[in-house]
């Protein structure tokens, strides 16, 4: 007896052919990383299809993984819509496995430091002070932060961004004000992957692959990075002409009769407020998380001692 497909259910078996014919091989792997994902979460469930079938199908062009144990990528719901965000982690990532850098750190600068720029010689002299307490961490004064990259060739850049623009940035994100929100929760992270976010565009500039490309625009519709204007073309238009793949690929759900796909609401379909539905999504994500992390322990997150590098 074959079983009647949700809207959401069936958009991840269209997801799952068009993945299959951009990268076969993670095509499985990664579906099913997205069906736990969803399974888990009622608020994925009621988003706008389309914007499913983008955030899933951009997993594959971008090489991305939903390995949640990784803590590369996510599938988060915003404003009814499903949003392929990336972590500070997967930006670093994708620049270390398409050939951009040989490693990357990002580091806050406190006002009692010694840090000198010296733009022209492209140099940073940091000599950090390390507070004794978590209080004392927090009540420090920051002057800004930097990244220091190492290229393929050796030579050592770095991107700088005053607290200024820091908070400018912060203001412009959506419920950034929200006790919720990972720039208050994290705030530091956020910090670090702010400046990560305006090294990368300088990072894989000249001949960006494909993979760079479309986590670029992606970037570019969900957070306006480096403050530009949202493209208005949807990043799925560099799918429409992906060709259907054979019905024989194995699918992840139990056979069906093919369904038009559902018109979403333009509405909270839940009713809740921005902050609840935050608030539910992560602890919806964490329990999905540690299901997956006693399936994945051979793959370890890209962190040192809560340092945003790899090296």
């Not at 079983?3 to 993670?26: C, M, P, R």
Request: one cysteine or more; charged letters at 25%.
């Amino acid at each position: 007896m074959t079983k009647n497909l949700s809207v959401w259910e069936q958009t991840l078996k269209t997801a799952h052919g068009k993945f299959h014919s951009i990268n076969k091989a993670k095509a499985t792997s990664e579906l099913g990383f997205a069906l736990q994902i969803f399974q888990g979460n009622d608020y994925l469930q009621k988003c706008d299809p389309t914007s499913i079938l983008n955030a899933v199908v951009n997993v594959a062009r971008t090489s991305i993984t939903l390995n949640p144990v990784m803590k590369l990528a996510y599938l988060i719901p915003r404003d009814n819509k499903c949003v392929l965000e990336f972590s500070y982690m997967g930006l670093v990532a994708m620049l270390r496995d398409n050939g951009c850098i040989k490693s990357i750190s990002a580091h806050i600068v406190y006002e009692n430091e010694e840090f000198d720029y010296q733009i022209a010689e492209n140099k940073i002299i940091h000599k950090p002070n390390y507070a004794k307490t978590e209080a004392e961490h927090n009540s420090r004064e920051m002057i800004g932060c930097y990244s220091r990259a190492t290229l393929p060739n050796n030579e050592i850049v770095y991107e700088f961004m005053p607290m200024w623009e820091i908070d400018k940035i912060r203001k412009f994100s959506k419920n950034s004000s929200s006790k919720y929100s990972a720039w208050n929760t994290w705030r530091d992270e956020m910090i670090k992957k702010s400046v990560i976010k305006r090294h990368f565009k300088m990072l894989i500039s000249g001949n960006p692959t494909e993979a760079l490309s479309t986590a670029l625009r992606v970037e570019f519709e969900n957070n306006a990075l480096l403050g530009l204007q949202k493209e208005n073309q949807s990043v799925l238009n560099g799918f429409t002409e992906v060709s259907e793949v054979s019905e024989q690929i194995p699918s992840l759900f139990e056979d069906s009769p093919t369904e038009e796909l559902a018109e979403a609401e333009t509405t909270n379909p839940l009713g809740m407020t921005d902050e609840e539905m935050e608030a539910e999504m992560e602890a919806q994500f964490l329990k999905t998380a540690g299901v997956m992390k006693e399936k994945q322990s051979e793959e370890t997150p890209l962190e040192n001692n809560g340092q945003m590098s790899i090296e």
